[in-house]
């Protein structure tokens, strides 16, 4: 972990300690971060910005097909440099070659099960810190949520039930 990111989580504990430990938007601990001088700006890459701002748009942009599928119309893939460091290459979905597109949904389902398994370990562990309250359920099953979301888009005729 970088010390930058330990003196993140050290704002976040000092707020919650000085401030509040409500749920809080992180525009405000932000503000108040600054505000009491906690936080300066660090030096910026320009090239990484841009970098991260070309990411940003390219996952933002999105088209429909002729069966009015909509989709992500740019699609990253993770890989390795030689020097080690992580790159993400991009390419149109149109045009990209099949191994690419293979490795996107790998990664992309990858990241799905982690994320997943994230949320079952945090209900575990809130359900374990709160026994006298009801527990909190979650289902993984996510068949029938992508139908009705094709069923409420146009793209399903077939009720769920």
Known sequence: MTKYKNDLRGIWGQYREQVSSDPVDLQTVAAWAIENGFW???????????????AQTLREEKRSDKSGR???????????????????????????????????????????????YSLVMK???????????EEIQVVMDFEEDIEEMKIAIGLSDVEVT
């Not at 893939?77 to 992580?86: I, L, S």
């Not at 809130?126 to 026994?131: I, L, R």
């Open 40 to 54: 300066t700006p660090r030096p910026v890459d320009l090239s990484t910005s841009l970098a991260n701002d070309l």
């Open 70 to 116: 909509e989709f992500r119309a740019n699609i990253p893939v993770r890989q390795k440099a030689k020097t080690g460091e992580t790159l993400w290459k991009w390419a149109d979905i149109d045009e990209a070659p099949r191994f690419h597109m293979e490795k996107n949904v790998q990664q992309e389902r990858r990241s799905i099960v982690s994320n997943c």
């Open 123 to 133: 209900v575990e562990h809130y359900n374990d810190a709160h026994p006298s309250e």
